[in-house]
């Protein structure tokens, strides 16, 4: 058995070429060049951890905190300026379940996956939300509407089966009420996206240019009474 420098010499790189550690390194990290400057926001992240040891974990939870996920080019921005290689960054951002890699729906759905819900039958709140919204754990309807997640503990285990709807608790669910809680937000969604269309304003007004010419147009029709 040759210890590792022994083997170094035998492998004919010569005396004259000793064994740093630097030349041994099989992988050099490399900084992306072509990833742009850092937002002033990104900019602020980083030098609030700058020098600190270990804070990967805290640079990404400000980052997602900020943006509400992490986005690909500001990981490669945060890459270069913390000296991180890109691949370490993601390996961390996959590994540990609070990161996402895709941005959220406008809606944010969580079933609780903790112990009591578990046993209060969460998981069919959650088979049942999947099939209604076509989507898996941790996707997005590809409208962009619904995130659908799991959570490991909501800390309200007497009020289990939990599910969270954009911050608010739901208490004692069962399937067909969780599906009727997501189809009302669905409804809600669709009814504003027709009022866009429409140009209806929040008050039931119109706002779109076509309405304002009638209404202001001198000879305009009586409104009906
Ligand atoms: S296990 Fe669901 S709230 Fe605690």
Redesign the pocket.
Known sequence: MFAPLEVYAMSGLGASAPPTRERLRKHVYRPDETAGPPSPELAEILSRHRGVRGALISILQDIQAHYGYLPADQLRIAARETGVPLSRIYGVATFYHQFRLDPPGQHLVRV???????VGH?LELLRALGSHLGIGQDQTTPDGQVTLQTV??????S????LVVDGETHARMTPDRAVEIVQRLQNAAADREIDRAFGVTSAGTSSSPLSRAAGEGAGGEAPCR
Do not use: K, Y
């Open positions: 609780c996956r903790g112990t009591a819900c578990h969460s490991a503990c909501m800390g309200a285990c009020l289990a089966p939990v």
